[in-house]
């Protein structure tokens, strides 16, 4: 759980707004975009195959990295298959290969 304080103190009652929030996980720059598709988004591949609506969002600093986690290398010019691939294209390849195996 996460703790968020309001800077601005009402001075006439001397408190100061809180405001909590929970995460399920939270992942830092030593985790690989591969570790964090096995944590949390395999289990969200089930639900969904199963007909879940499902959501994964990033969150954090300008420059921390939440674009090449979800895309991967953009700037990829290799034309190939790339080696390193984001959460959306993880997911997409997951989706039609459990798709194709249940053909």
């Not at 969002?57 to 290398?73: Q, R, S």
């Not at 700037?75 to 039609?96: A, R, W």
């Amino acid at each position: 759980m996460v703790f968020v304080f309001d800077p601005d103190i009402n001075t006439e009652w001397g408190s100061r707004k809180e405001k909590s929030y929970v995460f399920d996980d939270v992942f830092d720059e030593e985790h690989k975009t591969a570790f964090i598709y096995a944590k949390v988004m395999s289990s969200v591949i089930d639900n969904v195959v199963n007909g879940y609506n499902s959501t994964m969002l990033a969150y954090g600093m300008t420059g921390a990295g939440k674009t090449f986690t979800m895309f991967g290398d953009i700037y990829n010019s290799s034309g190939g298959i790339d080696e390193h691939p984001g959460i959306i294209t993880l997911v997409v390849n997951d989706l039609f290969n459990r798709f194709e195996t249940e053909k």
